[in-house]
């Protein structure tokens, strides 16, 4: 069973730029969400995606937005992007059926903006 | 909002047992996880208790919960040098869509 999978590992953009992160959920999991991981903090909910919908949000502005696919892979996308977007980005799938706070993190994407 | 705080260091000797602490502010706080950070890596889900729960116990870890204080804790038997990570303590009400809220994370090492 393959798990999470995250692309790409490491990202360096400029400010001002967009870019976009993107997630392959675990083999049976329909349910996606996304959290960014500032250095030396816990990991901050961005938005979590059920049925290609967004069905819940965390404290960031719209410049962040996502998609996701009838395969239930998931992009994240960060536009206009700001020093402070320097993170560790972690997606996260939760399974069919099952509640979808129960969540299987994949490797993350680090992005740095300089 | 909701709050979760961890000690943000630990260190314990091989062999021995180590206990990680948590507390939480939102008494609407139905599910609670527990999980392991390696460097440079993704977050490992360990373990996780439902709030109508007093302790769960899965190998070498078990967890508490006392609801009424709003503190849950993590006790890893018999430490070994592969459980250095950062553990992470995470809640929500349920329902998944406000996301989960972590801690900072407790840094555990191993003395040898």
């Known amino acids: 069973e393959t798990g999470v999978t995250q692309s790409p590992t490491h990202l360096i953009k400029t400010r001002g730029q967009q870019v976009t992160l993107r997630c392959s959920s675990q083999?049976?999991?329909?349910?996606v969400s996304w959290y960014q991981q500032a250095l030396g903090q816990g990991p901050q909910f961005i938005f979590q995606?059920?049925?290609?919908?967004?069905?819940g949000r965390g404290n960031f502005p719209p410049r962040f937005s996502g998609l996701q696919f009838p395969n239930y892979s998931s992009e994240l996308n960060v536009n206009a992007l700001e020093l402070d977007d320097s993170a560790l980005y972690l997606c996260?799938?939760?399974?069919?059926?099952?509640?979808?706070?129960?969540?299987?993190f994949g490797p993350g994407t680090r992005l740095t903006v300089l | 909002g909701e709050d979760v705080e961890q000690s943000l260091f630990l260190s314990v000797r091989e062999g021995d047992s180590s206990v990680i602490n948590c507390t939480y502010t939102?008494?609407?706080?139905?599910?609670l996880y527990w999980y392991k950070q390696e460097p440079g890596a993704g977050l490992q889900l360990l373990t996780y208790?439902?709030?109508?729960?007093d302790m769960k116990q899965d190998q070498r870890l078990t967890v508490l919960l006392n609801k009424k204080d709003k503190h849950l804790s993590l006790r890893i038997a018999d430490t070994q040098t592969g459980d250095s990570a950062i553990y992470f303590c995470?809640?929500?009400?349920?329902?998944?869509?406000?996301?989960?809220?972590f801690g900072k994370g407790t840094h555990l090492i191993i003395q040898p």
């Open positions: 996260a799938s939760s399974p069919m059926g099952g509640r979808t706070d129960t969540q299987y």
């Open positions: 083999s049976g999991h329909n349910t």
């Open positions: 995606y059920y049925r290609e919908e967004e069905n």
């Open positions: 939102d008494s609407s706080s139905t599910y």
């Open positions: 208790i439902f709030s109508n729960m």
């Open positions: 995470a809640e929500t009400e349920g329902g998944g869509a406000d996301g989960l809220t």
